[in-house]
């Protein structure tokens, strides 16, 4: 596969839209830290010292599904001046490696994002040690990943409104469908980060995570949905090229 | 060949006889002097070990609880390294708070990190709640205080403690003033200080003058733990600041890395070296937050002293009971270094409390060892004893009183008060090293005493009773505690008690 992608992952970078969206993040993260930030006076009304690893962790989840989503199903302003269904029709390379392109561009991306923010997250991170840090990103990476295979599907269709739609969908669903069927909880991103913030004894929530014995079942479970969806959406481009050429 | 089964015999008859010495230590454990004891005082535990063998080097641990069952409760471990020399006996003396009846006492002996002798010091209820009566001398004189009461008799000066804290188990010690006197003086001192601070130990020719003041007390056993107050009393720590940066350095180090990295961005991104200077901008931006990190964890935690002294006026020994509340905001584990003159330290339970918790005393190096949860406050009690010098002169007049204070110590009093009965007069400050005269009128005493209401949150009090007292408030360190390797601010809230004895 040639490294065109890596253009494009360059591009991501200095574009100004993307640099506003993650600046915009960065200013909501600054100003949620200054005001949660424990006080130095010691309270005895209120003694406890907020667990900042919980709050951004969940922050940092709601942001990145949300962004990638976002991003893969090309409904970002710049991503829609660069559409997959073009690069399907006029450039010279193959449906696959568009597909495998777009998806490592962006990934790059988000760990590009996740590097930039690891000493946020090393500062905030005072009640865990930096494995947990690790293991929220290599979740937040797993996690997203249905997200991103539903989402180059999604930018599939030409239609903008229908694409905006299924994006939100999506999004929507998987982070609402846990709560609406709770003994599917365990197959969902959510899930997985409110057990890592150990949300169950705070939020009186019932988490069912065992990681030795679901995450191989969640890996695949994930896999295979990012897998389909990157296979239908590779069908559905080649059907553009097809046309076109035709 | 004859030779050679001989030296073998002999080599045998040697090793048999080292297993056999080795293992000839007897140990008895006696909680009390002659196992009578009182419950709600605070009590001595004897161990006596007698080394028949090699000499050994053993673990005496004693551990003292309080709380509840399933409720969550206190244990305090207290460690004392001893050598024994062969073919020698010796007697350890611990000092134990009052006992909570629904946890006996346990006392381990291990050799080696192996137990060799644990036993529970069991007790039965109906005895420990008679009232306790020490005699030291030869002849028991004839007291009719009390209808119903354990004599214990002693004349041997080894038998008795050296804590003075040990005699606040009795209700009555009377002592012959002949064989006081030929005690050796360790001893001496602890009962003149716990005549000071009991108020219930008598020389056999006072007990006529004093008799009346004697009251036979009865007694039931009673729910609430042994703690020194009532309830828990966290004011200590409430305001005191933690040693960690504030919102303000976190705004400018967050607001500084973001602006770097959008400089990078704009400047320097798809430049030669990028993706160096990216590397160096994430590694070293790292290096400061953990440093953040570091910063706000290893020093929050609070840490407070509350103090109830009660000063003997004639002799200007104290006697200090301190209420150490704890707070960390995350678990860790912390090593206290306290001074010799906190000759008792023990986990209180105050409810409510979750689990079990475990103070670890040291007794050979005066360190005790405490893990700590989350978010919880500790809370630590303790007993000391100061010499603080103030001289204090009063004078009746028809419509005031006259005071003349002469501050010797370093001790800064602030906030003096007079009482009598329910009546205070504020008086003021008395700093240190200096002499001061104070007028009260006896007109601008006013009710309702202050002390009085202080007083009541207290369980465990010193003796004192209606007569005229000056109290005043301590606000610096008596004892220097300090929690290893942990920075942390201390915060004194300290009362002084001085009875003037009419």
């Known amino acids: 596969m040639r490294i065109w992608w890596f253009i494009d992952f360059k591009a991501k970078i200095s574009d100004k839209k993307y640099l506003r969206i993650i600046y915009t993040y960065f200013f909501i993260i600054t100003l949620i830290t200054i005001i949660i930030w424990p006080s130095k006076s010691f309270d005895i009304n209120k003694y406890s010292i907020t667990d900042l690893f919980l709050i951004f962790a969940l922050a940092h989840f709601i942001f990145i599904t949300y962004f990638s989503s976002l991003t893969f199903s090309g409904n970002l302003i710049a991503e829609r001046e660069f559409k997959i269904i073009n690069l399907a029709r006029f450039s010279p390379f193959k449906i696959r490696e568009i597909v495998w392109g777009r998806f490592l561009a962006n990934l790059f991306y988000f760990i590009f994002i996740l590097l930039i923010l690891f000493p946020f997250n090393l500062m905030i991170s005072f009640s865990v040690d930096i494995s947990k840090i690790i293991i929220l990103y290599l979740l937040l990476l797993l996690d997203s990943l249905p997200i991103m295979g539903l989402g180059i599907l999604w930018s599939t269709f030409s239609n903008p409104s229908i694409n905006w739609l299924l994006h939100w969908i ?77 | 060949m004859r030779k050679k089964v001989f030296i073998r015999f002999f080599i045998l008859i040697i090793i048999l006889t080292n297993i056999l010495c080795a293992q000839d230590i007897k140990i008895d454990f006696s909680l009390g002097i002659n196992s009578e ?41 207290y460690r004392k390294e001893v050598e024994i020399p062969s073919l020698s006996q010796k007697r350890f003396e611990f000092l134990l708070p009052p006992i909570d ?113 004697i009251k036979p007390t009865s007694y039931t056993i009673s729910i609430p733990h042994n703690t020194f107050l009532y309830t828990p009393d966290p004011s200590t720590l409430q305001g005191q600041n933690f040693l960690y940066p504030d919102r303000w350095q976190i705004l400018i180090f967050l607001s500084f890395y973001f602006f770097l990295i959008f400089l990078w961005i704009r400047f320097i991104f798809q430049k030669r070296h990028s993706f160096i200077s990216f590397l160096f901008l994430i590694l070293f931006s790292s290096l400061i937050g953990f440093g953040i990190n570091q910063s706000f964890t290893k020093d929050a935690i609070v840490y407070g002293e509350k103090y109830l002294i009660f000063l003997d006026k004639n002799t200007y020994v104290a006697e200090n009971l301190i209420h150490i509340p704890l707070f960390s905001p995350f678990k860790r584990d912390i090593t206290l270094e306290y001074p ?74 602030k906030d003096c008060v007079f009482k009598q009965g329910n009546k205070e007069n504020y008086i003021g400050n008395i700093p240190p090293n200096t002499y001061k005269e104070f007028t009260i009128w006896k007109s601008g005493l006013k009710e309702p005493s202050l002390l009085n209401e202080l007083l009541k949150k207290y369980r465990i009090t010193p003796p004192i009773g209606d007569e005229i007292i000056i109290w005043g408030r301590i606000d610096e360190p008596l004892n220097q505690v300090k929690i290893l390797n942990i920075k942390t601010p201390k915060s004194i809230d300290g009362i002084i008690i001085i009875p003037m004895e009419g």
């Open chain 1, 170 to 246: 999506t999004y929507i669903l998987f982070i609402i469908f846990p709560f609406l069927f709770p003994s599917t909880f365990f197959l969902f991103p959510l899930n997985n980060i409110l057990w890592l913030i150990r949300a169950e004894s705070i939020l009186y929530l019932k988490v069912n995570f065992h990681p030795s014995k679901d995450l191989p079942i969640i890996t695949i479970f994930y896999l295979i949905i990012f897998l389909i969806s990157i296979l239908i959406a590779e069908k559905r481009l080649k059907y553009y090229q097809g046309v076109d050429k035709r």
């Open chain 2, 37 to 77: 004891w009182r419950i709600d005082r605070f009590l001595p535990l004897f161990v006596e070990i007698y080394n028949e063998g090699n000499k050994v080097k053993l673990i005496l641990e004693v551990i003292y609880t309080q709380g509840l069952r399933y409720a969550g409760y206190c244990e305090s471990i």
């Open chain 2, 101 to 213: 009846f629904r946890y006996p006492v346990r006392v381990r002996v291990l050799r080696d990190n192996k137990i060799i002798k644990e036993e529970k010091i069991d007790f039965s209820i109906e005895r420990i709640t008679l009232p306790l009566v020490l005699i030291i001398g030869r002849e028991i004189p004839k007291i009719d205080f009390f209808e119903k009461a354990r004599i214990v008799r002693v004349y041997d000066e080894k038998l008795l403690p050296i804590n003075y804290k040990a005699y606040d188990n009795y209700d009555l010690i009377i002592i012959d003033r002949n064989l006081f006197n030929s005690f050796s003086n360790p001893i001496k001192n602890s009962l003149i200080m716990a005549k000071i601070f009991t108020k219930r130990v008598l020389f056999n020719d006072e007990i006529n003058k004093f008799s009346k003041f």
């Open chain 2, 340 to 413: 010799p003159n906190i000759f008792l330290l023990y986990n209180a339970y105050y409810q409510p409390q979750k689990n079990k918790t475990t103070l670890l005393v040291d007794l050979n190096n005066q360190k005790a060892n405490l893990s700590l949860e989350r978010n919880r406050i500790y809370f630590l009690e303790g007993i000391s004893y100061h010499f603080i010098p103030i001289d204090i002169k009063i004078k009746e007049l028809n419509d005031r009183y006259i005071l003349e204070v002469s501050n010797n110590s370093p001790i800064n009093i």
